[in-house]
């Protein structure tokens, strides 16, 4: 059953997008620098204006408020932004404690000055911030792992291919295609202005 | 008993000293004279200016007159408040905004202060009505001029927050609240600093120039602090207005953030 889907997508000058994924399925996107594939994941999340049609479960976004749509389909941008002193503080619902040390963060990092967190470690609290406080349907994740090293990258991405097994949709933006071919199990290549390529293999 | 008047010859007199500064300021190099200067030059005609105009309207007191009078000092309170913002909104939102906030609070209060507090009849008086909500709208405006540089200044900073936080399923109103919160703290300080300090490291210049009058020192004290709560009370509604208002301007029906609408 299609569980999201996008069709005609425009979105600042670029598209049309389409496509579909049932509930649980991890895509990817990839593409050269410049070719919309952040503006994408924020037009998703309704974060910049967009024309077309983007449905959730059947209900299409412009039917609920623009926060409780966000709330389900998350964007988590590549750089986290913390505005408390406290890492607690950003969240409001408990993080699970699995996934928390599934990420390989200390027990006690939510009562960590933000000051004292490595950009990696900013990184892993910027997803598992986004699993608590969203509890998403649709993760739309743009160069999520940029700051970590192969360990921490892999303990990222099965985290989230756990998720998936539960129901959660996945949108992999990023320019490493082993990663693509690790996390995804199909996907899409943008080239220039948003033209839209089912990709059959990421090599 | 009323004030010893000055003659003109008086007021070049007084301006003598400081043509002695900018001398001295020109001999020192310092770059100030040449608009020190101006500045001595624009207060001597806008002063006499706003004298002459004033006599005209005091003697041919009519509500016309005030309302005319009025509308100059609005319009004027407006264009200093858009001078001072460093990112307009599009569209001129930025003066609709403005004048919105420094009608409805400075004009509320001085009408309140006409009908409650003087109690003069009629309660347009120019001699009362004009000083008034000349001093009303003045801090109205600083205020306003204040929340308003503050709430675009940080937006704009602050995107990458802002927008992360909507991410996070924030509402616009949740993801701008601590901006908003410190636009209205910037634009209340001065005022309430003043509240303060007031009477203590300085006499404040309307209290004066009655003293200098001849009125009763209390009598005086009174209308200063009337002034002064009347002051404190349009900055603060006037700001806590329009941040609101520009803080819903910076986000679409969508709650997207669109820092589009401002412009440098």
Redesign the interface.
């Known amino acids: 059953m299609i569980a999201f889907e996008v069709k005609m997508l425009k979105y600042g000058g670029y598209g049309p997008v389409s496509f579909t994924m049932r509930a649980g399925e991890r895509i990817g996107v990839t593409g050269p620098s410049g070719c919309g594939k952040t503006r994408l994941l924020r037009a998703l999340?309704?974060?910049?204006?967009w024309q077309g049609e983007i449905r959730l479960e059947g209900y299409g976004a412009?039917s609920v408020?623009?926060?409780?749509w966000?709330?389900r389909v998350?964007?988590?941008?590549s750089?986290?932004?913390w505005?408390f002193d406290c890492v607690g503080s950003h969240f409001?619902n408990s993080p699970d404690a699995d996934d928390m040390h599934a990420l390989g963060l200390a027990s006690d990092v939510l009562s960590w000055p933000v000051s004292r967190l490595s950009s990696g470690e900013k990184q892993r609290l910027g997803l598992l911030?986004?699993l608590a406080?969203?509890r998403p349907a649709v993760l739309l994740l743009d160069e999520p792992t940029a700051h970590l090293d192969a360990e921490r990258t892999r303990a990222y991405e099965s985290l989230v291919t756990r998720r998936c097994a539960d129901g959660m949709m996945a949108v992999w933006v990023t320019h490493d295609p082993e990663q693509l071919q690790r996390v995804t199990t199909r996907g899409y290549r943008m080239v220039a202005q948003g033209v839209w390529k089912e990709a059959v293999s990421w090599a | 008993m009323g004030v010893i008047a000055l003659s003109w010859a008086d007021i070049l007199l007084s301006a003598l000293p400081l043509t002695v500064l900018a001398a001295l300021f020109a001999w020192l190099r310092l770059g100030l004279s040449r608009t020190m200067l101006i500045g001595a030059v624009r207060t001597f005609v806008q002063l006499a200016m706003v004298g002459v105009v004033l006599k005209g309207v005091f003697q041919n007191a009519h509500p016309v007159w005030t309302v005319s009078f009025s509308m100059v000092m609005l319009a004027a309170g407006t264009w200093e408040v858009s001078r001072r913002q460093h990112r307009h909104f599009a569209a001129g939102w930025t003066i609709g905004f403005a004048v919105l906030g420094l009608f409805t609070a400075g004009f509320t209060v001085t009408v309140f202060a006409l009908l409650a507090l003087v109690g003069v009849k009629p309660w347009w008086s120019p001699q009362y009505a004009i000083p008034l909500l000349g001093m009303i709208l003045g801090n109205t405006m600083t205020g306003i001029a204040l929340g308003m540089d503050t709430l675009t200044q940080n937006a704009w900073k602050?995107r990458?927050?802002i927008?992360?936080?909507?991410?996070?399923?924030?509402?616009?109103s949740e993801a701008v609240e601590?901006i908003r919160r410190e636009s209205v703290r910037i634009a209340m300080t001065p005022i309430i600093n003043s509240l303060a300090i007031c009477g203590v490291v300085s006499l404040p210049g309307m209290m004066t120039g009655q003293i200098l009058s001849g009125s009763d020192p209390l009598a005086a004290v009174r209308y200063q602090m009337m002034i002064m709560y009347l002051i404190a009370t349009g900055a603060g509604f006037g700001s806590l207005l329009t941040v609101q208002l520009c803080s819903r301007r910076l986000f679409?029906g969508?709650?997207?953030?669109r820092l589009d609408r401002l412009a440098e």
């Not at chain 1, 408020?65 to 409780?68: E, F, G, I, W």
């Open positions: 999340a309704d974060l910049d204006p412009e408020r623009a926060s409780t966000r709330k998350a964007y988590l941008p750089e986290s932004q505005w409001t911030r986004t406080n969203n | 602050q990458a927050v927008e992360n936080r909507l991410a996070l399923g924030q509402t616009a601590e679409d969508r709650e997207r953030l």
